[in-house]
């Protein structure tokens, strides 16, 4: 919810009385999907925000968890580069700049 509030510019509401405007959001078009067995809303043209929903499909249970443990990794390691400035080289980078 938090992600679709933040790309299409919306705000919470908890009741539908007094509702303005201002607290809608935008988006062209909305729809949903039928992949595999699941059904997805689409949502696209958000003046907003950018955000993207990744499918991941595989042949087994086992293969799909891992597939999401590494692509929630990789993605915690871009958000933190983009948070933080600082970096700290790994794989023996300061033991072979100490050496030279």
Known sequence: ???????????????TRGLTAAALGTASRFEERQVGGDRFNLITGCGAGASATIVLRGGSPAFVDEAARSLHDAIMIVRRALVHAEVVPGGGAVDMELSR
């Open 1 to 15: 919810m938090a992600r679709v509030l933040a790309a299409t510019g919306a705000s919470l509401a908890s009741t």
